[in-house]
């Protein structure tokens, strides 16, 4: 099995969505995985009921020798 280690932790859905197609279109193998950061009860003014609000983080793991390489890819950089 192929090590993987922690490459960058994002926290909206489209930046999710740009980093996996990054590493797809580069074939930079990889893995995500998805946290309940925080999840808060907020309450109605009457005090009944309220709304839950969840946050979630994503954890992109990639090979440990290609993480320089797909940080690059992240922050702007193209590959020649």
Known sequence: MVRMTKCITVSTAA????????LVENNIPYRVK????NQSMSMTFSGFGGVNSVKISYTFYVKKDQVDEALFLIRGGTLS
């Not at 930046?15 to 990054?22: H, P």
């Open 15 to 22: 930046e999710k969505e740009r980093i996996l197609n990054l």
């Open 34 to 37: 998805m946290d309940n950061v």
